[in-house]
């Protein structure tokens, strides 16, 4: 399983190139029809609701046997050039390559269903289920500007989108868009990435959460 590390390192310089890539793309776009002008990467963060729990009642042996499951849920979930990183605790990040995106909301909403299926076995011939919640963004964020935000810009935001999902109810996913304005300088960019409030009062990005999940 690839860590934080492995962003900053070697994901980050793909990144810096795919979204210079789109950028002349984006250019040769504008004289002819590309469809790979439309391609995007998605940025997909999930993390296990009440996870916590799992280790109070059935100890951290357990814990780290409902990771692996639930990380190898997400690569069977995965394409084979995608990407899925532990970021921390029981969050991690899929990193969709060069795809639709219109996918990453329904890869998003796959994994979810398939966890809450999913029975993770905890010892003693017990098991336990739990949901996961997930936060979805693209890169380039703006199709129009696609150097104003930055790799890991964009994972904050796909961060509000998690937060945004486990603050209304857990077991959904949201996806962060653009909204109707573009932020006009490199500070409100900023600050937009680190404050959902933010963006939504200046009209740079819009939530679209999935509906509430059978049963609540």
Not at 8 to 23: Q, S
Not at 128 to 152: I, K, M, W
Not at 180 to 204: H, T, V, W
Request: charged letters at 30%; proline letters at 4%.
């Amino acid at each position: 399983m690839r860590n934080r590390r492995y962003l900053a390192d070697i994901l980050a310089g793909d990144i810096a190139a795919f979204v210079a890539y789109k950028k002349h793309m984006r250019e040769g776009a504008l004289r002819r029809r590309l469809k790979a002008a439309d391609e995007v990467w998605g940025l997909v963060v999930f993390d296990i609701d009440h996870f916590k729990g799992v280790n109070d009642e059935h100890g951290h042996g357990a814990g780290d046997r409902v990771l692996r499951e639930f990380a190898a849920i997400l690569k069977s979930s995965a394409r084979l050039d995608d990407i899925v990183v532990r970021t921390g605790g029981e969050e991690f990040l899929v990193v969709l390559k060069r795809t639709d995106p219109a996918f990453i909301g329904g890869f998003a909403r796959r994994v979810r269903q398939r966890v809450e299926a999913a029975h993770f076995a905890v010892g003693a011939g017990t098991d336990v289920q739990r949901t996961c919640s997930a936060g979805c963004a693209a890169v380039p964020f703006y199709a129009s500007d696609p150097e104003l935000l930055s790799f890991e810009q964009t994972i904050m935001l796909a961060d509000l989108g998690l937060d945004f999902a486990k603050e209304h109810g857990r077991n959904r996913s949201v996806v962060v868009r653009p909204g109707e304005e573009i932020p006009a300088d490199p500070e409100k960019a900023r600050q937009m990435a680190a404050s959902l409030e933010f963006g939504l009062a200046g009209r740079f990005l819009t939530v679209t959460p999935e509906p509430a999940p059978q049963g609540g």
